[in-house]
C-alpha cells in the first residue's frame, strides 16, 4: 500500500479488506486442507471480492462522481484508493485463477473429479449437451443482436452474459455484427454430466461451456465467429430514505427491484476476449480499464461452491460435525427450572443450537408463558426458530418480533417472514428509523405464582440453525432479573416510543456503547499509570473506529498488554515505535467462520468479561441497536477466557499476525501443531 506524508497510524480499511480476501484464498491454496473444502475456500474467496466491489468500491464510485473531497480516516481520497484496490485486486483474481487451473483443477481429476471443457467432451457428451442445449437453453434464451433498433441490453448483477461476433445476414437481411447473450437465470450454473453419456462418476460442465460450445445454433443462418463470457458486478447497496417514506416494508420492497441494475462498478471478461470487444463493453458499461478484469476461466467463479456438496468423498472434506449437548441439557429438561439455578452458556458450533430450539418450543407450548419477544436479522428459510414463534402465536400468547428488513443480501427473505409471523397473529416490528436492529435477544415472559418471571437469550450471532454450524459464537441462557430487565426495557425501547434511561448491566448502541467500551480501556490505562497489572483481551471480526484506536493507543503508551483477535478487518497498526508496542494483532482463518465477540478487561484484578453483537466498528458504535452484555458468573468467566483467549493464542497452525504495514504473516510454528478449532470440537465431541 502507498505511503502518504504525515500517515496518521492507520491501516486503511479497504486494504484490510482486501488483505483478508489474501487471508481466505491462502486456504485455498493450503495442502493441510482437504480438496474440496480448498475448492470451496476459493469459491469464498470470489464471493467475498464480489461483495466488496457490490457495496465498498461501489460507495467509492459514487465519491468519486460527486466530486467529494471526503478522505478516509487514514488520509487517503477516493480516487486514490481506488488507484490500489485496482492494483491489488487485480493480482488478487490472477491469484485466484491460477490456484484453480494450475493446483486445485489438475489435482481434483487425479481424484476423478472433473470439470470438462469443450475440448475435453467424448462423442456421447457432447451429443447428450447438445441435445440439453437445443431443449433447454435455446427455449429460455433470448439472443439480442445489436443495432439500432435493438440497444444494447442491461445484463444483471453479477449474471452470465457473452458477448458473440457474427457473420452473414439473418432473415430481414440485417447483418450487425454483434450480440449480447444472457444465460438464463432459472438454469444451473454448474451440471453434472450423467453416466449414460459415457461420464465418469463426478464430471461435471459449465453452463458457460455449454454455450459457448453451441452458441451459433441462437442465430440460425449465420456464423458466430468468437464468443467470449463477461460478467458486470453493479452497485448493490438499497438506498431507503427512512425520513420520506410511510412503510419502511414497501420502500425496501420497492428498492430490491433496483439492487440487480445499479450502477457498473466492475467487469470481468474472458482474458483472450479481443481488446476492440472489450472497449465495446466498458464503454457501453461506462467503466475505464481500471475497473475491468481477464479472467482464465468461469467469470462466475463462486458458483463452482456448489460440486463439493454434489460428491461423496471420504478424506476430501472436512469431516462430519459432531456435536454433543451439554449433560444438564439432556435429555430435554425444562429450561426454565434449569435456569433458576444459573445461566447456561452454548459455545457454537462447537456446542449445537437445537437448545435455544427447545428452549423457544418449550416456551411456545408452556401454558404459563404469556410472551415471547426476539429480534431477528438472518434467520434463513424453513427455520424452526420461526416456526416456534408462529406455534406460540398460534397458542394466543404475545409474540414480538422485530426483523431488520435491511439485513444486507437478506431482505427479501426477511420480509417473507415478516409477512408469515404477521399473518399468525404476531406483532412485527422493522425496528427503528435510521438505525439497523443489530442486537440478538429473544425474552420469555412467564407466570409463576403471582408474579412474571423473565427468561433470555442473548447472543453474538444470529439466530439461524445453519450459520450456527459454521460460524464461531455464543449464546448465553439466563434469568438473572436486572438483565433480564433490561432486555425487556430494551423491546420496549424499540417497538414503542419514549426514553427508558440507562441500562443497569447492558452498554447499548448508539447510547451507551461507545462512551462504555472508551471507559472500559481507560479503566486500563489509569491502572498501567499506577504501575498495576492491567489488560485488554478482544476478539471481534473487525477493529476499524478511530476513537477506540486512538484510546488503544494510549493503553499502549501506559504499559497495557493488549492482544486482539481480529479476524477481517482491522484498521490498527500494532508494534510502532511510540503508539503500538504492547499490541499484538491476530486474525485466525479456519474450517469455520470466526464470529463470537468477546472482551475482557483485568479490571484490577476482578476481571470484566462482556460478549456483544457488534464489532468495534463505527456503524456499530453509532448506527446500529447493538448490545455488549456482562458474564457474571465466575466459572463462565473462566471458561470464556481459556476458550476464547488462552486457546486461540496458542493456535500456529491458522493464525495470521497483524504486521504494521498492513500485511498478514502466518504464526510461525514451534513446536508441535496446536489448533483452536480442532481442539473445540475435541473437547465438546
Not at 464510485?61 to 481506488?82: C, H, I, K
Not at 488503544?552 to 504499559?559: E, I, K, V
Not at 476481571?607 to 453483537?613: G, H, M
Request: include cysteine.
Amino acid at each position: 500500500m502507498r505511503k502518504r506524508k504525515n500517515e496518521t497510524p492507520l491501516i486503511n480499511r479497504e486494504f484490510a479488506q482486501l488483505e483478508f480476501n489474501r487471508r481466505v484464498l491462502a486456504m485455498a491454496q493450503s495442502s493441510k486442507v482437504p480438496l474440496l473444502e480448498r475448492l470451496r475456500f476459493l469459491c469464498i474467496a470470489s464471493s467475498i471480492l464480489d461483495e466488496f466491489f457490490e457495496i465498498r468500491v461501489a460507495g467509492l464510485v459514487q465519491q468519486q462522481n460527486l466530486g467529494s473531497f471526503q478522505r478516509a480516516p487514514d488520509g487517503l481520497t477516493a480516487s486514490e484508493q481506488m488507484s490500489f484496490i485496482a492494483e491489488v485486486s487485480t493480482n488478487l483474481i490472477d491469484e485466484i485463477y491460477e490456484t484453480l487451473n494450475s493446483d486445485l483443477l489438475p489435482k481434483l481429476a487425479k481424484k476423478e473429479i472433473r470439470i470438462l471443457e469443450q475440448q475435453d467432451w467424448n462423442k456421447s457428451q457432447y451429443s447428450w449437451l447438445k441435445k440439453f442445449f437445443r431443449s433447454e437453453v435455446v427455449p429460455l434464451t433470448t439472443a439480442m443482436g445489436l443495432d439500432p433498433s435493438r440497444p444494447f441490453p442491461e445484463p444483471l448483477n453479477k449474471g452470465l452474459a457473452f458477448i458473440v461476433d457474427l457473420e452473414g445476414a439473418d432473415a430481414f437481411g440485417r447483418t450487425g455484427k454483434r450480440a449480447i447473450v444472457q444465460a438464463p437465470r432459472s438454469l444451473p450454473r454448474v451440471m453434472k454430466i450423467p453416466p449414460t453419456a459415457d461420464s465418469g462418476k463426478n464430471d461435471f460442465v459449465l453452463l458457460s461451456s455449454v454455450i459457448e460450445a453451441f452458441v451459433e445454433e441462437l442465430f440460425l443462418g449465420m456464423k458466430a465467429n468468437a464468443c467470449f463470457q463477461f460478467r458486470v458486478t453493479r452497485n448493490s447497496d438499497l438506498f431507503v430514505d427512512e425520513e420520506a417514506i410511510d412503510d419502511l416494508r414497501s420502500a425496501v420492497e420497492g428498492e430490491l427491484s433496483n439492487r440487480h441494475l445499479g450502477t457498473a462498478v466492475r467487469l470481468e471478461v474472458a482474458k483472450d476476449c479481443p481488446e476492440e470487444l472489450i472497449d465495446f463493453l466498458a464503454a457501453q458499461f461506462r467503466l475505464d480499464r481500471s475497473n475491468i478484469f481477464g479472467c482464465d476461466g468461469p467469470v462466475n467463479i463462486a458458483r463452482l461452491s456448489i460440486i463439493p456438496d454434489l460428491i461423496e468423498a471420504e478424506g476430501l472434506k472436512y469431516p462430519s460435525l459432531r456435536q454433543s449437548t451439554p449433560k444438564e441439557l439432556r435429555p430435554k429438561k425444562n429450561f426454565f427450572r434449569l435456569l433458576k439455578n444459573g445461566d447456561i452458556l452454548l459455545h457454537h458450533p462447537f456446542q449445537p443450537f437445537e437448545p435455544f430450539i427447545t428452549f423457544l418450543k418449550q416456551a411456545a407450548k408452556d401454558p404459563n408463558v404469556l410472551a415471547i419477544k426476539q429480534t431477528l436479522y438472518r434467520a434463513g428459510n424453513d427455520s424452526p426458530v420461526v416456526d416456534a414463534l408462529l406455534q406460540a402465536a398460534q397458542a394466543g400468547k404475545d409474540v414480538l418480533a422485530v426483523i431488520e428488513l435491511r439485513a444486507r443480501f437478506d431482505e427479501e427473505a426477511n420480509i417473507e417472514l415478516a409477512n408469515r409471523l404477521r399473518e399468525s397473529g404476531a406483532q412485527v416490528v422493522y425496528g427503528v428509523t435510521g438505525h439497523k436492529t443489530h442486537a440478538k435477544m429473544c425474552l420469555v415472559l412467564r407466570r409463576e405464582k403471582k408474579r412474571l418471571v423473565r427468561y433470555i437469550h442473548l447472543g453474538t450471532g444470529n439466530y439461524h440453525p445453519l450459520i450456527a454450524r459454521s460460524y464461531t459464537d455464543y449464546g448465553l441462557f439466563s434469568a438473572r432479573s436486572q438483565l433480564a430487565e433490561d432486555v425487556q426495557k430494551m423491546f420496549q425501547q424499540i417497538a414503542g416510543m419514549g426514553q427508558i434511561g440507562n441500562l443497569k448491566q447492558i452498554l447499548q448502541s448508539p447510547f451507551t456503547l461507545h462512551e462504555g467500551v472508551l471507559a472500559l480501556i481507560e479503566n486500563e490505562t489509569k491502572s498501567a499509570k499506577k504501575g498495576k497489572p492491567a489488560a485488554i483481551y478482544a476478539k471481534m471480526n473487525a477493529l476499524i473506529e478511530p476513537k477506540v484506536i486512538e484510546a488503544l493507543y494510549r493503553a499502549s503508551q501506559a504499559g497495557v498488554k493488549i492482544k486482539l483477535i481480529v479476524r477481517g478487518i482491522c484498521s490498527l497498526k500494532p508494534g510502532l515505535k511510540g503508539f503500538s508496542e504492547n499490541i499484538e494483532v491476530r486474525s485466525i482463518i479456519g474450517r469455520f467462520l470466526e464470529h463470537s465477540r468477546v472482551f475482557y478487561f483485568s479490571n484490577r484484578g476482578d476481571p470484566k468479561i462482556y460478549l456483544a453483537s457488534s464489532d468495534w466498528m463505527e456503524r456499530n458504535f453509532f448506527r446500529r441497536i447493538e448490545i455488549f452484555f456482562p458474564i457474571d458468573d465466575p466459572v463462565l468467566k473462566r471458561r470464556i477466557f481459556e476458550e476464547s483467549f488462552e486457546n486461540y493464542l496458542k493456535d500456529n497452525t491458522q493464525a495470521w499476525k497483524l504486521k504494521k504495514d498492513g500485511t498478514y504473516k502466518l504464526v510461525e510454528r514451534k513446536g508441535s501443531s496446536y489448533s483452536a478449532q480442532e481442539t473445540m470440537l475435541k473437547k465438546f465431541e
